[in-house]
């Protein structure tokens, strides 16, 4: 590839910055790119959806406390949310082990499948959505979807999947590493010619300390007097470049440990590290009990603050518009580490679960206190996604939160009960009101109307023919 390659001065909707090799930056959605009668307008704005999940539920006391409980983290987005406190999902739980009967229900609405697989009964909304909108592919995307977040193995695959096939097998494996999340969406530095070995390649990752290093000559065109963007454009491209390259550097190594640049020995895969101790997370299976994953509670935040900067981010460059975000999975089995405190309170997780996880210790056993600060630690993580996406205006004056769909959920309500099963509709471009929703309802009904404002069929009653969808009193808004 020629890396010398230049802006073409006819702008379109999907703009890159060239390297060379196989770099390439996404840029944000910008009125330039845009036909002009139509910058600014929502319908220059992509269908998003992404589903965002958490674990073992929260009973319908701590829901209807708002946001003076677990659910506080999500305050700030309260005039871009629905919340539904009053949402039974027994009707699609299968027979069989808890959590892996439950856990593929969501975010298809359609009864699950038991054992021995616990897959889907059909496929999830943001699959759906991307079929209707989509039936040749997404065009012009780093990735068509992306699955990420935090979780450990210990059975099917239905406790930490949210990506349902149109045949209800699972899709793939979320992605664990920030490292790995924005090689995904952005792409890493690849020298032009042969692929290298490893070794060469990492010594070529430390002298092109940044994929935008490669990309200097067309950014510095886009910034130039003779430049067709706007002001208020070149300002959005610099702030948007400036997050990409704040987190590589939160991702890459630092200075003092990178050693000489040329004729060295090669740097261990190791240097490239994510928040660590972080290692477990590449495991296939993990384990149950005390023999469970350990990791401190301030390293999964930084992980999961990390993936949702990269979430939005690629959001806001167009490089990815469906996905799922899973914190620690239906189950858990996950023991985390250090002292939590929240909502007036405090807790030792170390102590807590130095002989269990979570699962074990304070759900089956139920302690209401432990679990209403350790699901605010839980739904937390989810937040930094939702703020990120807030963080980033498009061209038609809405944040990427506020274009976007999402879909909010867990697989129970208290203790293996799947009535009350707390779920969020945020975003929607205007599409939904804001606020508390105790109408009995299915999630079905959720997410067939929730699609259907798109105009898209949920393909819920074809899949579940004894299904009639429910109208939600007030919540679209039409």
């Known amino acids: 590839m020629n890396s010398k390659r230049r802006m073409d001065p006819k702008l379109t909707r999907r703009a890159v910055l060239f390297g060379a090799g196989s770099v390439a930056i996404a840029l944000p959605l910008l009125p330039e790119f845009m036909p002009r009668a139509a910058a600014g307008e929502d319908d220059d704005i992509p269908c998003r959806l992404f589903t965002m999940s958490f674990g073992l539920g929260i009973e319908k006391a701590m829901q209807l406390e708002q946001f003076n409980g677990p659910l506080q983290s999500l305050q700030p987005f309260a005039s871009r949310m629905a919340c539904f406190t009053n949402v ?38 943001e699959q759906v959505m991307k079929r209707a909108l989509h039936p040749m592919g997404v065009p012009n995307v780093s990735v068509p979807e992306i699955s990420v977040g935090i979780w450990s193995r210990t059975g099917a695959v239905s406790q930490f999947t949210r990506h349902w096939n149109t045949d209800g097998s699972p899709g ?56 067709p963007l706007g002001a208020d454009s070149k300002a959005r491209v610099q702030n948007h470049l400036d997050a990409i390259r704040d987190v590589e550097q939160q991702l890459a190594p630092t200075e003092e440990n990178m050693g000489p640049m040329l004729g060295c020995e090669p740097p261990m895969a190791g240097d490239y590290t994510d928040p660590q101790p972080y290692s477990f997370y590449d495991n296939d299976t993990g384990a149950t009990g005390a023999g469970a994953p350990e990791i401190g509670w301030q390293v999964a ?31 858990g089995h996950i023991r985390f580490s250090g002292q939590y405190d929240a909502l007036g309170e405090s807790i030792d997780f170390t102590s807590l679960f130095d002989s269990g996880t979570p699962h074990d210790l304070i759900f089956h056993s139920y302690h209401a206190d432990r ?37 909010l959920a867990t697989e129970y309500g208290e203790n293996h009960d799947a009535k009350d099963t707390f779920h969020a509709v945020l975003g929607g471009g205007g599409r939904f009101n804001a606020g508390w929703y105790d109408q009995a309802v299915l999630p079905s009904d959720i997410y067939h109307q929730a699609l259907d404002a798109y105009d898209v069929d949920s393909k819920i009653p074809m899949n579940w023919p004894e299904y009639s969808p429910q109208e939600i009193g007030g919540f679209r808004n039409r």
Do not use: W
């Open 172 to 227: 793939p494996r979320p992605q664990r590493r920030p490292s790995k999340v924005f090689n995904s969406l952005f792409g890493t530095y690849m020298p032009p010619g042969d692929d290298p070995d490893e070794a060469q390649l990492l010594i070529d990752r430390h002298v092109h300390r940044s994929v935008l290093d490669a990309t200097l000559e067309q950014y510095e065109s886009l910034m130039s007097v003779n430049s």
């Open 371 to 407: 679990i209403r600060l350790y699901q605010h630690f839980c739904i937390a993580q989810l937040a930094h996604t939702l703020a990120a996406m807030d963080a980033h205006m498009e061209p038609n004056g809405k944040t990427v939160l506020e274009n976007s769909l999402i879909l």
């Open 301 to 331: 935040d930084d992980a999961m603050r990390l993936i949702g900067e990269l979430m939005a981010l690629g959001a806001a460059c167009d490089a990815v518009r469906f996905g799922s975000l899973v914190c620690v999975g239906a189950g």
């Open 88 to 125: 039974d999902a027994t009707p699609l739980a299968a027979e069989g082990t808890p959590h892996f009967s439950t856990g593929a229900a969501t975010f298809t609405g359609v009864p699950q499948k038991g054992a021995p697989d616990y897959h889907a009964g059909g496929p999830s909304m």
